[in-house]
């Protein structure tokens, strides 16, 4: 769900499901081109979506090796908790966002 909150699309979509299931197995992440994102959330991302469930992301630390990454550790559980995170876009419901090309 993180790679899909940061790149507006999921790491692995296809219209047939046997091709999702083969790609989360087999294939490796890859960033959109057109998305310019930190290495810090790369790393965290690979870590997460790492295919031997051994070396994933929090297989050996659990839910602090997460916490302790440096892309998470810039955020305060509190402010998340409090939903006070400030948004890096700004959406006006009340016009449409369209791209006209």
Request: hydrophobic residues 35%.
């Amino acid at each position: 769900m993180l790679y899909e909150l940061v790149t507006g699309n999921p790491p692995f979509y296809s219209r047939d499901v046997e091709k999702i299931y083969y790609s989360i197995q087999n294939e490796e992440i890859e960033f959109p081109p057109h998305i310019e994102l930190s290495q810090e959330i790369k790393m965290l991302l690979e870590g997460l979506l790492m295919k031997d469930p051994k070396r994933r992301l929090g297989s050996m630390g659990g839910v602090r090796e997460i916490l302790g990454h440096p892309w998470v550790r810039k955020l305060k559980p509190a402010d998340i908790i409090n939903k006070s995170v400030p948004t890096p876009i700004r959406i006006d419901l009340l016009t449409f966002n369209i791209n006209e090309e």
